[in-house]
């Protein structure tokens, strides 16, 4: 059995040894450790006669919000192997959709007879694309419509996975069912 010396009431020492190995008149700062339960979480008891150090599992609240708040990391993360990272690109996709509908709903005879500088002005983003992704405005517009759309299924798959992962683990009556609800999530590959 372990011990542990004790001073002013705190537990400053612990050594892997019995008590009957210390030298009697060394032994007074010394208590036995006496070691409840099997948990994560653990609090040491100075009684005057042993210490006590009382291991109890992690509170299930506690492990749900962790395995939820690795679910939404996940879910992040599968989506980042399908697009760019990074709010500012975010915010260029969102962009260049939008004018990529536009585009569209203007036409294709429309859109394609603008000049160099009329698709700058109106489809700034879109029309960065030109010449690079696709010959024309036009071409530019669908492709990006295209990927929208394939996204858009996929982010679908994504965010029921990470819904019904983290209302699974919230059902789960003990920190095995949630452990388990976490592991069961399977997400889409690339």
């Not at 409840?36 to 509170?59: F, L």
């Not at 585009?103 to 879109?126: C, M, S, Y």
């Not at 405005?137 to 929208?148: D, H, I, K, N, P």
Request: hydrophobic share 40%.
């Amino acid at each position: 059995m372990p011990i542990a010396r004790v001073e002013n009431g705190q537990v400053v020492e612990q050594r892997p040894i019995d008590l009957s190995e210390v030298p009697e008149h060394k032994r007074a700062p010394w208590r036995p450790v006496v070691i409840e339960g099997s948990g994560e979480v653990s609090e040491t008891i100075v009684e005057p006669t042993q210490v006590r150090i009382v291991k109890s599992p992690r509170p299930l609240a506690d492990i749900k919000a962790e395995l939820r708040a690795r679910v939404d990391v996940n879910a992040e993360n599968v989506r980042l192997r399908f697009i760019t990272p990074g709010t500012g690109m975010a915010m260029t996709y969102q962009e260049k959709h939008a004018q990529a509908r536009a585009v569209l709903n203007l036409g294709q005879i429309a859109a394609n007879a603008l000049t160099e500088a009329e698709r700058n002005d109106q489809f700034p983003t879109l029309a960065a694309s030109v010449g690079i992704e696709a010959a024309t405005l036009y071409g530019c517009a669908e492709l990006v419509v295209s990927r929208y759309e394939a996204f858009a299924d996929l982010s679908n798959v994504i965010e029921r996975q990470r819904l019904l992962g983290k209302k699974n683990i919230g059902d789960a009556s003990d920190a095995a069912a949630a452990q388990a609800a976490y592991e069961a999530i399977t997400w889409p590959n690339p």
